[in-house]
Nanobody, 119 residues
């Protein structure tokens, strides 16, 4: 299973970016998908996640500004980020809880995409 993330970049404060992450490979199901971010020297932290059924969960820092969504047919998760702030600058990683045909579940990570917000 591979997760391919894209959409990061450089944006001015107050701007918007949309991240996407597509899962590929052989699997039975993709359960919860999410976005995390990591600042230098800090632990990776949850930004938002979404279940297969569409239930969402946001970090307090993301509420009201970010929107997570997914397309189950495309095995893709999105993160629309609006009103970006310099403190949102980080490497963003997508994550997926994947079910195999053998009945096991494993967590997979994308490669990370840099988001830089200038003041």
């Amino acid at each position: 299973v591979q997760l391919q993330a894209c959409g990061g970049g450089l944006v001015q404060a107050g701007g918007s970016l949309r991240l996407s992450c597509a899962a590929s490979g052989r699997f039975f199901s993709i359960n919860t998908m999410g976005w995390y971010r990591q600042l230098p020297g800090k632990q990776r932290e949850l930004v938002a996640d979404i279940t297969r059924g569409g239930s969402v969960n946001y970090a307090d820092s993301a509420k009201g500004r970010f929107t997570i969504s997914r397309d189950n047919a495309l095995n893709t998760v999105y993160l629309q980020m609006n009103s970006l702030k310099p403190e949102d600058t980080a490497v963003y990683f997508c994550n997926a809880d994947v079910g195999s045909y053998r009945g096991t579940r494993s967590a997979y990570w994308g490669q990370g995409t840099q988001v830089t917000v200038s003041s």
